[in-house]
């Protein structure tokens, strides 16, 4: 064994006594917690529904304001990191007139693919789903449910979005450690910002060219699942349109210190969209800060025909990053497929109107939407 793996096995271990020593002292005071079924805004197709949550006891986050102070953001963040994760629980999952069961793991998450009904109505992309804890109740006695929905996208849609959140649609600036920790751990979802326009755009692309179709789209990023909730709140207050918001464990395992790379688990993330949409063809979108041009590059290798679009924002300071992603469109570009690096939003949007991607009447609200933004 070689010092990485003693260093990584005697981390998983500590974690794993820590977990064990916290259950004892705290496991009376955690009595009078209540229950909390946190739900992941499921998706799927007509062929296959992927859903995932999370089992903790803790109290409901308060609901962020704009006048919210110093303190009481850095207690929200407190509450979302300090997470008492329920193992071993099981989930019972009704969606469809269906009912399914599965089994919290050791962090508390549980996750579930299923298959709808072939009847499903046509023109819907919102459904229902109930989650309970059929074998525990509230410490007032009251059973555990929690209701959400879950996304499908229609038979009719054209493309599906897949698009980062980072530096592309919220700006985090994720090349600055210290910048990124600031924005995460001191603001809320009022006091973050977006990128001008993406608002207005993604709405259009959701329309498509034709104002009566319903595109979905998917937002993956390597933040955790603990920020799920400022973000959904985030995007609600700047009128981003809704859809699944998939997210990253941080946790330990047996054979790294963060289960899945930010490489890997934004790939894993975007084939299982792909994968359970095998009849959607999709636009990409990120930035160039981290890897996505990379990460979108293979997804371009790995699915020929599928890929009508890659639209990467310029974060990037350095001369010799902007001409790795040149390479990379270039690349793009011989597989017949437009990549581009772009300055800002409208940039993106007129590209996309020009192709087809949306209605050329929605440029000038981007356009105001932009302004409005970085009027901020």
Same mark, same amino acid.
């Given at each position: ?29 955690? *009595? ?34 704009? %006048? ?71 410490? %007032? ?58 608002? *207005? ?13 319903? %595109? ?36 330990? /395992? ?6 899945? /790379? ?40 790995? %699915? ?48 996309? *109107? ?23």
């Amino acid at each position: 064994m070689n010092w990485k793996e003693l260093l990584q096995t005697t981390a998983v271990g500590a974690e794993a006594h820590f977990d064990r020593l916290k259950n004892r002292l705290f496991g009376r005071l955690d *009595a009078h917690k209540p229950y909390q079924i946190v739900y992941y805004r499921g998706f799927g197709s007509p062929t296959a529904v992927w859903l995932k949550g999370r089992v903790l006891r803790q109290r409901d986050l308060s609901t962020p304001s704009d %006048n919210d102070t110093f303190w009481q953001n850095l207690l929200a963040t407190y509450q979302r990191f300090e997470s008492d994760e329920v193992p071993g629980v099981t989930v019972r999952i009704q969606a469809f007139g269906q009912t399914h069961t599965t089994v919290s793991d050791e962090e508390g998450y549980f996750e579930l693919t299923i298959n709808p009904p072939n009847d499903l109505l046509p023109g819907r992309a919102w459904f229902p789903v109930r989650y309970e804890l059929p074998d525990v109740v509230q410490p %007032n006695g009251d059973p555990v449910i929690k209701d959400g929905y879950l996304m499908i996208s229609p038979t009719f849609s054209q493309f599906g979005i897949i698009s980062d959140i980072d530096d592309t649609v919220l700006v985090t600036e994720a090349t600055s450690l210290l910048q990124t920790a600031r924005l995460t751990f001191l603001g809320n979802a009022y006091t973050r910002l977006p990128f001008g326009g993406v608002a *207005a755009f993604y709405r259009a692309l959701q329309s498509g060219p034709v104002t009566t179709l319903f %595109n979905p789209i998917y937002f993956v990023s390597s933040s955790p699942w603990n920020l799920y909730d400022l973000l959904v709140d985030f995007f609600r207050i700047q009128g981003i349109p809704k859809g699944p918001i998939l997210l990253r464990d941080l946790g330990l /395992s047996k054979t790294q210190f963060i289960k899945s /790379s930010h490489h890997d688990h934004k790939l894993g993330m975007i084939r299982k969209v792909m994968d359970v949409n095998p009849q959607l063809p999709f636009v990409l979108i990120g930035d160039s800060g981290q890897q996505d041009p990379e990460i979108y590059s293979q997804v371009l290798r790995e %699915n020929p025909g599928r890929i009508l679009a890659i639209y990467i924002r310029d974060v990037s300071q350095e001369d010799r990053r902007d001409e790795a992603v040149r390479e990379l469109i270039r690349t793009a570009e011989a597989a017949r497929v437009p990549m581009l690096l772009v300055p800002d939003t409208v940039a993106a949007a007129e590209h996309a *109107a020009s192709i087809g991607l949306i209605d050329s009447d929605t440029i000038p609200e981007i356009r105001a939407d932009r302004r409005a933004d970085e009027g901020q």
